[in-house]
């Protein structure tokens, strides 16, 4: 019910073309019901609002198996640009955080929100093209 609640907003958002923008506290409660609301969803474990420099960064921590990580990465960046685009604040990159529950070392993915958009939410690039052009990742 709630990812269908979350689907209507965003919809409702994009066809009557009004600029619904919510504030930190909105996609706070956003991004929960959007992670509990799936069942393919990782486990959500954080999340932050912060800026370096001139980026403006929308960051969330996860917790997934290590067999999971790649439907965790995609899942974490999909929910960040879905939600970014609804923002007030003009998030410029996304951070997704993996924590494993081996405790093996997690990895920090990177990617600016401009670059995503072409693939999460216009669909104009494939996964492989946005891997290649504006995902980065590494380790803690």
């Known amino acids: 019910m709630k990812i269908f609640l979350i ?12 600029n619904l923008n919510y504030g930190d ?10 992670f509990q609301s799936s069942l393919d969803a990782p486990k959500i474990i954080g999340h932050r609002f912060y800026k370096i420099e001139e980026k403006i960064i929308f960051q969330i921590e996860i917790k997934t198996n290590i067999e999971s990580a790649n439907k965790a990465l995609l899942f ?10 609804v923002a007030k604040k003009k998030f410029t990159h996304a951070i997704v955080v993996i924590h494993f529950e081996n405790e093996a070392l997690p990895i920090i993915a990177e990617s600016n929100l401009n670059c995503s958009e072409s693939f999460f939410i216009n669909e104009i690039e494939n996964e492989q093209q946005w891997r290649k052009n504006c995902l980065t990742i590494r380790n803690y």
């Open 76 to 85: 974490g960046f999909k929910a960040i640009s879905n939600l970014s685009n």
């Open 25 to 34: 506290k909105q996609i706070v409660l956003l991004l929960k019901n959007y």
């Open 7 to 18: 689907t209507l907003l965003l919809l409702l958002q994009f066809s009557i073309g009004e």
